[in-house]
């Protein structure tokens, strides 16, 4: 799992940039490249934010009674 997530990101730090270059050139403002940037980020911390009470549910399931 760890490989595939460096990859992933290694995907993510070429394409991102060359994005947002190719956006630039097609004269977006700054501001709407940066909020299209955002949206990966805000998915991510969504992810996140859900993992949390998703693991302490799971775990209370497991404990015997």
Sequence with gaps: GVGWGTGI???GSIIGPSM???MHAMDFQI???FLIAAVPA???ALAGACLG???T???AREQPA
């Design 9 to 11: 990101g290694r995907i």
């Design 20 to 22: 947002a270059g190719w």
């Design 31 to 33: 501001e709407t490249i």
């Design 42 to 44: 805000l998915c991510a």
């Design 53 to 55: 009470p998703l693991r």
């Design 57 to 59: 549910t799971i775990m």
